[in-house]
Structure formats: structure tokens, C-alpha cells
């Protein structure tokens, strides 16, 4: 209909060259543990099944729909932050279509307006991080700058590429 999107397609291999990739990594980690002490004591094949689950996960486009529109509704109410909407008609395990949104990255202070109060930014950064990690337990697990997108004439936040996400339980 004519409203700027952003399309992720996964390229129709990578499925197999990520779960052979990660055959290799969880064999090493079993002769690691077969033969260094330390690699038992920090259960390596636990921690690299721990990995490869999350890899697995993150090339399932539906599950980072839905984790955006989670984080959508968790930030919902802080003023100057955002996750760009998610269009499922267009959208599916292989396939993201997320609205376009005009920014720049979050370290590149530089090149806002000047009239975009840097504070401000900064202060609803935090605000939304506090809120993800200690209010709601459901947070961003990879917000380096890449990932963090900052409207250059109007200083709003934008959260992007949410298939790695943490859960903090309340207990």
C-alpha cells in the first residue's frame, strides 16, 4: 500500500550451515570436556547446548515477531522509545516485515539535530532498559548501538532485531 517496510529474508541455506556449524562446536566442547578439567567443571557441552538452542531460535522469524511486539507493549509507556511494528500478513519463519523507521545508530550523537535533547535520549534509553530488565523481565539481550537506532529530528528510540531476548523469572 505504499508504506516503507523493511523486509529480513533468511537465505535458504543457512538453516543447514548453522546446525552443521553447530554439530562442530558441540563435539568440540564433548573432547574439551573429555580432556581439560576446567571445560567439566563449567559443564561446556551444557553451555554450548544452552547456545545452540538460542542460535536455533533466533532463525524462526515468528518467534522474533512476537518478541517485538512484546517489547513493543513493555516500552509502551515511555515517552521517546520504540520497536518498529510488525506486519504478519508479511511476515513468517523466514520471512520479517517490520515498518521502516528513520534513525541513525545510537552512538552517533553527532549527526541529530541540534535541537534533540541528547539528555533526553539518554534518560529514556535508561528508562526503557530499567523497565525491560527490572519491572518487566522481558529485555533486549543485544542492544549494541547497531541494534539501537536514534531518529536524527526527533531523538525517538528505536529497539531493532529482537530474536535475542532474556527472561528474568520473579522468583
Known amino acids: 500500500d505504499g508504506t516503507p517496510v523493511v523486509v529480513k529474508v533468511q537465505r535458504p541455506d543457512v538453516q543447514a550451515k548453522v546446525r552443521a556449524d553447530l554439530g562442530v562446536i558441540q563435539e568440540l566442547a564433548g573432547v574439551a570436556e573429555a580432556r581439560i578439567p576446567m571445560a567439566r567443571q563449567v559443564d561446556?557441552?551444557?553451555l554450548v547446548r544452552e547456545f545452540a538452542d538460542g542460535v536455533l531460535e533466533e532463525l524462526d522469524y515468528t518467534i522474533e515477531a512476537y518478541h517485538a511486539r512484546r517489547l513493543a507493549?513493555?516500552?509502551a509507556g515511555i515517552e521517546g522509545v520504540a520497536v518498529p511494528a510488525v506486519h504478519p500478513d508479511l511476515s513468517g519463519r523466514r520471512v520479517r516485515t517490520i515498518d521502516f523507521v528513520p534513525g541513525v545508530?545510537?552512538?552517533k550523537a553527532d549527526q541529530l539535530d541540534p535541537s534533540v535533547d541528547r539528555h533526553a535520549v539518554a534518560e529514556?534509553?535508561?528508562?526503557?532498559m530499567v523497565q525491560q530488565?527490572?519491572?518487566?523481565?522481558?529485555?533486549?539481550?543485544?542492544?549494541?548501538?547497531g541494534n539501537i537506532l536514534v531518529d536524527p529530528h526527533t531523538g525517538v528510540l528505536t529497539f531493532l532485531d529482537l530474536g535475542l531476548i532474556g527472561e528474568i523469572a520473579q522468583e
Open 105 to 107: 545508530k545510537a552512538t
Open 124 to 128: 529514556a534509553f535508561m528508562r526503557a
Open 73 to 75: 507493549d513493555v516500552v
Open 133 to 145: 530488565v527490572m519491572i518487566a523481565g522481558f529485555f533486549h539481550a543485544d542492544p549494541h548501538p
Open 44 to 46: 561446556a557441552t551444557g
